[in-house]
Structures are given as C-alpha cells and as structure tokens.
T-cell receptor, first 108, second 116 residues
Framework: AQRVTQPEKLLSVFKGAPVELKCNYS??????LFWYVQYSRQRLQLLLR??SRESIKGFTADLNKGETSFHLKKPFAQEEDSAMYYC??????????FGKGTRLSVIA | EPEVTQTPSHQVTQMGQEVILRCVPI?????FYWYRQILGQKVEFLVS????????KSEIFDDQFSVERPDGSNFTLKIRSTKLEDSAMYFC??????????????FGEGSRLTVL
C-alpha cells in the first residue's frame, strides 16, 4: 500500500537558516511526489512537483528513489514560509495520498 | 483567479443528524474529490467523482456517505447519520484532468464539521 511519512510534526527555524522538511514514501512502483502548502487561513495549494524539477519560492525537492525520500529544502528561510507543508504521493491509480504534514515555524 | 468554494465554513450538528456539505468546483474542471482531515491527523481521501458517478472511494466512505452533483455547478457530500468520529475538516477539490495524471488538485477552504 502507498504511504507517505513526514516524521516531524513541527519544525522551528530562525529566519535565514536552512530548512529541510523530511518526507519518505512507500510505494513499489514509480511514484510522482508533490509538496502542498497551507498558509494560515488559506487553502491547501500545490507548491511543487518532482517531475517539473523547478524551484518555487526558493524551495526545491529531489526525489531519491534509493532512499524513497522527497525532502523539501530551502537554503534561507523567510518568515512568510511559516505554514503547514504536506508531502503527497501519486501512484497513478489512486488519488493523492498525503502525509500528516509538518508545521514550519520561522522565527524572526 | 477561479477558486473552489465550500459552504458552510463550520457546521455543528447533533449525533445522528444528516449533514450536507456543499462545494462549487472550478467551472471547467471535470474531476471532483472529497478529502477529510481529523484534527491532528493527515488529509485522507474519501471519494472521487467523474462523469456523474463515483470513480473511486476509500474504506472511510461507507454507506453513511453519499455524493451528488445535483446541477451543473454544485458537488455535495451527504452524511446520513453523523457520528462523533465524523468530526473533521472536509475539503472539496477539483481538477481539470484526472489527479492520477496531473497530481494537481485545487482545494476549497474546507468545511469544519463538529458532531456533538
């Protein structure tokens, strides 16, 4: 069965510090991985997907099939990055499976 | 920019009562979804809907749940006889293509259901 694990419920970093939000997945096939973000009082929205290999708002994520990971990284955190971040898996035959989410708090 | 809208934003109901949560998907989208999130837990898939029928549903989506697209714009989730454990945030989402193909879902702001 497909599963997404985000081991950290809360991650606090200082402004300007690097950020890494961890995501591990369990799926035997070739997955598509995504990061969704939910800012305070806003809706859940797509942040980035691994197939596009792009940087959005300074965030990047690399799919590591060997480690079955898709960690989200940003070299210098900003206060506006504070939000809930959800890693999600698309296995191709079921709708998106989400992790439990990690709350990122960037401290000024 | 078009958005998915959901009503009500918060509903409080007594156990055993019927609840209908409403969603207006983005107008040119063809695929519709309901997810729920119990407080402190992950966002869980309930059901997907395409071409006026359910295309997939999870184990959570039992006989107490139903979905309907009563007209050209609304997409509703009905819970026939609510239980305490139905208390959650319910998210509606829509997509232009099947999520299995794009992975991008557009979410509403959610309807918080509290069952007393």
């Amino acid at each position: 069965a497909q599963r997404v694990t985000q081991p950290e419920k809360l991650l606090s970093v200082f402004k300007g510090a690097p950020v890494e939000l961890k995501c591990n997945y369990s799926y035997s096939g070739s997955p598509e991985l995504f990061w969704y973000v939910q800012y305070s009082r806003q809706r859940l929205q797509l942040l980035l997907r691994h197939i596009s290999r792009e940087s959005i708002k300074g965030f990047t994520a690399d799919l590591n099939k060997g480690e079955t990971s898709f960690h989200l990284k940003k070299p210098f955190a900003q206060e506006e990055d504070s939000a809930m971040y959800y890693c999600a898996l698309n296995s191709g035959n079921t709708p998106l499976v989400f992790g439990k989410g990690t709350r990122l708090s960037v401290i000024a | 920019e078009p958005e998915v809208t959901q009503t009500p934003s918060h509903q409080v109901t007594q156990m055993g009562q019927e609840v209908i949560l409403r969603c207006v998907p983005i107008s040119n989208h063809l695929y519709f979804y309901w997810y729920r999130q119990i407080l402190g837990q992950k966002v869980e898939f309930l059901v997907s809907f395409y071409n006026n029928e359910i295309s997939e549903k999870s184990e959570i989506f039992d006989d107490q749940f139903s979905v309907e697209r009563p007209d050209g714009s609304n997409f509703t989730l009905k819970i026939r006889s609510t239980k305490l454990e139905d208390s959650a945030m319910y998210f509606c989402a829509s997509s232009e293509m099947a999520a299995e193909n794009t992975g991008e879902l557009f979410f509403g702001e959610g309807s918080r259901l509290t069952v007393l």
